[in-house]
C-alpha cells in the first residue's frame, strides 16, 4: 500500500488504472491477465481475454500479420520490442491506434516465461501525423502547380529554328524539384534566348526560387546583357535578394542570321552539340561557379562562341538527366553523346522525347528536364533572302 497526503493506493490500483494498458502473455501470445484501461479501450472484458484470445488475435489484419512475422520473432531473439505501430479492433470493430512495448521476462524455476507488454492510446498521434501530412500535401500540390504555371507558355518557332522541351518530375514522393527551363525571342524571328536551371533544395520554397530567377533570367536578357554579363547580373540578384544561391544556370542566346551561338554556364552541365556529319561533343568553354559562388571580386563571368551549321542540334539539360547512383557523371554524359549521335532524326519534340526515354533507367528518381533546338535547314534560305 502506498499512502500520503491522505490518499492510499495499492500497487495493484496503479496497474489496473494506470494510463496505458497492460497485458501480460505467455510466450506463446496467449493472454493471461489485463488491467482496467485495456479493457475499457477495447471493450473487451477479462472474459473474453484471458486464456482465451492470443494477443496477435485482436490486432488488425495487417497488424496480426506483421506481429507474427517479425515482431513475435525479434522478441524472441531480443527480449524486448519497442515502440511498434499496432491497431488493435475493439469490440465494436473500431480501430485503437496504438504503440506497443514489450519484455519478455525469462522463467527463472519459480516463474514461469511471460511477456509484459504496455500500451499506448496513439489516436491522438495518428490524428497529428495525418494532419501534418495533409499540410505536406497541399503545400506540395501548390508548389506543383506554381512550377507548372511557370514553366506553361509558347517556346519560339520560325523559320530555321524548331524547340521542344521535355520535362519529367522525379519520383521521391510528391515533392517538387528545382528543374526549370525557358525559351524566349530577344529580337522576334532572329535571336533566341534559351535557358535551362536547377534551384538548390525540393518543394514550395524551390519553386519560389525557380519562378524568381526565371523571371530575373529574361528580365536582364531583354535588356541586352550577353551570356557571361547577364550570369554576372544574376550573381548580384541572388546576392540581395537569397534565393537561388548555389543553383545552376546555362544561358544562350542563338542568332539564327549568323548561326552563331553565345552561352555562359554557371555550375551546369556542360550543353551538347552536333552538327551534320559530325560527332556529338560538349561545350567546355564559357564555365564557372554556380550562383553567388563566383568570388565577386573576380573577372567578370567568360562566355562561349559556337558557330553552328543548318541541321546542328543543341541540348540543354539537368544533372537528372545524367546523374545514375550506380554508374558515374562522366559514364552517363556519355551514355547522353552516344544517344544523340544515334537519334538524330526527327523533329525536335520526338528527338527530346526519345533522349530522356533513352537515359530512363530503374535507380532514376530525380527530376529531368532536357530543351532540344534544331537549326532547320530552311534557315539557310532565310539567311539569303536576308542577304539579298
Not at 500520503?4 to 502473455?25: K, S
Not at 473474453?48 to 500479420?65: I, N, Q, Y
Request: overall charge negative; some cysteine; glycine content about 12%.
Amino acid at each position: 500500500m502506498i499512502a500520503g497526503g491522505g490518499f492510499e493506493a495499492t500497487a495493484e490500483d496503479f496497474f489496473e488504472d494506470a494510463p496505458v494498458g497492460y497485458v501480460t502473455t505467455r510466450p506463446d501470445g496467449t493472454i493471461i491477465r489485463v488491467n482496467r484501461t485495456f479493457e475499457s479501450w477495447t471493450g473487451l472484458t477479462r472474459g473474453d481475454l484471458v486464456g482465451v484470445k492470443r494477443f496477435a488475435e485482436l490486432l488488425s489484419p495487417g497488424g496480426r500479420l506483421f506481429y507474427e512475422t517479425h515482431c513475435g520473432p525479434l522478441l524472441g531473439v531480443q527480449g524486448s520490442l519497442r515502440e511498434i505501430a499496432l491497431d488493435v479492433l475493439r469490440a465494436d470493430g473500431s480501430v485503437l491506434t496504438t504503440l506497443v512495448n514489450s519484455v519478455l521476462r525469462p522463467a527463472d524455476g519459480r516463474r514461469p516465461a511471460v511477456v509484459n507488454t504496455s500500451i499506448f492510446d496513439a489516436t491522438e498521434r495518428r490524428r497529428y501525423e495525418q494532419d501534418l501530412l495533409a499540410a505536406r500535401r497541399r503545400e506540395e500540390a501548390i508548389a506543383r502547380r506554381l512550377q507548372l504555371s511557370m514553366l506553361s507558355g509558347d517556346l519560339p518557332a520560325g523559320p530555321g529554328l524548331g524547340v521542344a522541351v521535355a520535362y519529367h518530375p522525379g519520383v521521391r514522393g510528391l515533392e517538387v524539384g528545382g528543374d526549370w527551363y525557358d525559351a524566349f525571342w530577344l529580337t522576334e524571328g532572329e535571336t533566341a534566348g534559351l535557358v535551362v536551371g536547377d534551384v538548390v533544395g525540393r518543394g514550395l520554397d524551390a519553386a519560389a526560387a525557380m519562378g524568381q530567377l526565371r523571371s530575373a533570367v529574361r528580365a536582364l536578357a531583354l535588356t541586352g546583357l550577353g551570356p557571361g554579363a547577364l550570369l554576372g547580373a544574376l550573381d548580384a540578384y541572388v546576392r540581395r535578394h537569397g534565393g537561388g544561391r548555389m543553383s545552376t544556370v546555362v544561358y544562350a542566346e542563338l542568332d539564327l542570321d549568323s548561326r552563331e551561338l553565345r552561352l555562359a554556364c554557371a555550375g551546369h552541365p556542360p550543353p551538347l552539340v552536333a552538327g551534320p556529319g559530325e560527332a556529338a561533343r560538349f561545350v567546355w568553354d564559357g564555365r564557372s561557379q554556380p550562383l553567388a559562388a563566383h568570388r565577386s571580386g573576380a573577372s567578370g563571368r567568360p562566355q562561349a562562341t559556337v558557330a553552328l551549321t543548318p541541321g546542328s542540334i543543341l541540348v540543354l539539360y539537368t544533372d537528372g538527366l545524367v546523374e545514375r547512383r550506380s554508374s558515374s557523371l562522366v559514364e552517363g554524359m556519355e551514355r547522353l553523346r552516344s544517344r544523340l549521335d544515334g537519334a538524330r532524326d526527327g523533329d525536335p519534340e520526338t528527338l527530346a522525347a526519345g533522349l530522356v526515354r533513352g537515359l530512363d533507367s530503374p535507380d532514376h528518381d530525380d527530376d529531368v528536364c532536357l530543351l532540344a533546338v534544331r537549326l532547320t535547314p530552311d534557315g539557310a534560305s532565310r539567311r539569303s533572302r536576308r542577304a539579298a
